[in-house]
């Protein structure tokens, strides 16, 4: 069993930053790859960046440049700062973890999610 607990999101206005947080809580081996998803309303959900342990990262084009993604291992915690926040950046953004579990199982999880909304 692990939890996932994003944190950080609100309200912000065009050009602005928010921080959003992922702790990854539970009985585990190891966190391997951590990744940011966001769903806007009646829209798919889609990834937006992704970290690997070893610090490796990718990002949507939509958000490069932009979006941050870093993680601190020690507390099995993932971040993405997002940056020069757009209206089209409004989505529920979800924090996704490929877990070893204590069975040596690989098994992905996922947060609840938390809003984000940039407001014009």
């Known amino acids: 069993q692990v939890q996932l607990v994003e944190s950080g999101g609100g309200l912000v206005q065009v050009g602005g930053s928010l921080r959003l947080s992922c702790a990854a809580s539970?009985?585990?081996?190891?966190?391997?790859?951590m990744a940011w998803y966001r769903q806007a309303p009646g829209k798919q959900r889609d990834l937006v960046a992704i970290i690997t342990s070893g610090g490796s990262t990718n990002y949507a084009d939509s958000v490069k440049g932009r979006f941050t993604i870093s993680r601190d291992n020690a507390k099995n915690t993932a971040y993405l700062q997002m940056n020069s926040l757009k209206p089209e950046d409004t989505a529920v953004y979800y924090c996704?973890?490929?877990?070893?579990?204590?069975?040596?199982?690989?098994?992905?999880?996922w947060g609840k999610g938390t809003l984000v909304t940039v407001s014009s």
């Open positions: 996704n973890a490929a877990v070893t579990t204590t069975n040596y199982d690989d098994i992905n999880y």
């Open positions: 539970g009985r585990f081996f190891r966190v391997n790859v």
